[in-house]
T-cell receptor
């Protein structure tokens, strides 16, 4: 089992819809979770962090965390074609250095 | 505030040659990380500096890779001699604190070994 798993996609949604991106992780003791957006050929851009169970909203983005089920998700409301990118889930490894363990990323396509 | 910068953006070298990648972190960020993404795989950790000290180099593939961070500012990652399997995108990231706030990534260096 991979430490951080994501469906590679592509996930296609129509413009204006809600895009739901999921990530599961294997270390039950993980405390913090990060979502990055990466456009093709560009750097991963930090868009959300979440530390507590429940929802965290920032503009059109909502991160959801369920530690009991070991999953974290990212919802994008009112999806725009400019949201088309790869979304990476990152979970810091517990061991002092907080090196990130990444999923493979989910490619999102928002269709105009 | 300037972000993380990396140089060069692309490098094409022949097997057996040497390449040095450079990363300039965000000013004031003591933590500097190197990661690599090879084709079709996830981004993987290579090593972590706190200031000029290596804290964790467990992800370095072998002794052909040498990273330095003299003076605790910019960092270099040298590959010598390069092999075909070293091809990929090398990312640098920096953070102010370990536990919170997240890591900020540079644009990456795409390395192609032919």
């Amino acid at each position: 089992q991979k430490e951080v798993e994501q469906n590679s996609g592509p996930l296609s949604v129509p413009e204006g819809a809600i895009a739901s991106l999921n990530c599961t992780y294997s270390d039950r003791g993980s405390q913090s979770f990060f979502w990055y957006r990466q456009y093709s050929g560009k750097s991963p851009e930090l868009i959300m962090s979440i530390y507590s169970n429940g929802d965290k909203e920032d503009g059109r983005f909502t991160a959801q965390l369920n530690k009991a089920s070991q999953y974290v998700s990212l919802l994008i409301r009112d999806s725009q074609p400019s949201d088309s990118a790869t979304y990476l889930c990152a979970v810091p490894h517990r061991g002092g250095t907080y090196k990130y363990i990444f999923g493979t990323g989910t490619r999102l396509k928002v269709l105009a | 505030e300037a972000g993380v910068t990396q140089f060069p953006s692309h490098s094409v070298i022949e097997k057996g040659q040497t390449v040095t990648l450079r990363c300039d972190p965000i000013s004031g960020h003591d933590n500097l990380y190197w990661y690599r993404r090879v084709m079709g795989k996830e981004i993987k950790f290579l090593l972590h500096f706190v200031k000029e000290s290596k804290q964790d180099e467990s992800g370095m593939p072998n002794n052909r890779f040498l990273a330095e961070r003299t003076g605790g500012t910019y960092s270099t990652l040298k590959v010598q001699p390069a092999e075909l399997e070293d091809s990929g995108v090398y990312f640098c990231a920096s953070s102010q604190s370990l536990a919170g706030g997240g890591q900020y990534f540079g644009p990456g260096t795409r390395l192609t070994v032919t």
